[in-house]
């Protein structure tokens, strides 16, 4: 676009010291594409995410005891029999508060605050900039410094929710191998297995647990174990992002696995039992 940023901002890309160019951007190349594609699957997950966790419907498989992930922990009387893993300290829950009302904020706080998450939402949908060599429409920055950005700090403490409840989605795994009829596999049990295998990939590669792991240590020497465990994590700390992009998937596809099974759309396949 012929539109001269530097005449409408006398900050950033227009600050006094930057060089005057009158388009946004020199490139010629489809730069849109890949912030497109980003704001693209981050809305489709929240979309279905939110619908789903209000739908109350469909997120439990009495038979084979399957239980989604996006209702897990169920703990109020609202959850359907066999369902609550944990017990049921809540009483009803009115229609308006998902059933997994006690993770779901945490869940939401782990992944908002992640750092992978944070450059993808910061170019693709704030723009800040949209990409290499495209000057960014805000006047200001401030970083991570001011309210609401500065809470991104909260990150590691995320980090810990987010590990109990991985744990919690490693019982129900488990559980769902003892249904109704006993010790049984279906192709439900090896989509849940799969998801939690993916999820403690995507847990234990963030930042804050390689930070955790083998951060502040002066001598590596001194602390064998971290040190082995932190060159571990380092490896899959590499792929963060695909294990962020993985887990969105495998999310939504136990999740829908679930929801069929469990509404009678499908029958789950049986190889044991
Ligand atoms: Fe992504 Fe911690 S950095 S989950």
């Known amino acids: 676009p012929a539109s001269s940023v530097a005449s409408r901002t006398a900050a950033g890309v227009g600050g006094p010291n930057r060089a005057r160019i009158g388009a946004r951007t020199l490139r010629t190349d489809r730069w849109w594409l890949p912030p497109l594609l980003t704001t693209l699957g981050l809305a489709t997950f929240v979309i ?18 399957y239980l989604t992930p996006f209702y897990s922990p ?38 908002l605050t992640c750092y992978y998450y944070r450059k993808a939402y910061y170019r693709s949908v704030w723009l800040s900039p ?7 429409p805000h006047a200001r920055y401030t970083g991570e410094t001011r ?14 929710v987010a590990l109990v409840i991985t744990l919690i ?28 295998v993916l999820l403690w990939c995507y847990t234990l590669s963030c930042h804050s647990c390689r930070h955790a792991v083998g951060g502040r240590l002066k001598h590596f020497s001194k602390h064998p174990v971290r040190y082995w465990m932190w060159t571990q994590i380092t490896k899959i700390n590499d792929r963060h992002m695909m294990f962020a ?29």
């Open 147 to 160: 309210l609401p950005l500065i809470i991104q700090n909260a990150h590691r403490y995320f980090f810990y």
């Open 169 to 196: 989605n490693t019982y129900d795994a488990i559980l769902a191998f003892g249904g109704e009829a006993g010790f049984g596999v279906g192709l439900g049990n090896l989509v849940l297995l799969a998801n939690v």
């Open 245 to 273: 992009w993985i887990t969105l998937g495998t999310l939504v596809l136990t999740d829908l696995y679930v929801w069929l099974v469990a509404s009678g759309t499908i029958t789950d396949l049986r190889f044991i039992n």
């Open 74 to 111: 169920c703990l109020s009387d609202s959850c359907v029999p066999g369902s609550s893993h944990f017990g049921t300290p809540f009483g009803e829950l009115p229609g308006f508060i998902p059933l997994g009302f006690l993770v779901l904020p945490f869940l939401l706080g782990f992944r």
């Open 130 to 136: 949209p990409a290499c060599a495209v000057a960014e």
């Open 48 to 65: 279905y995410a939110t619908i789903r966790s209000f739908m109350r419907e469909s997120y439990w498989v009495a038979e084979h005891h």
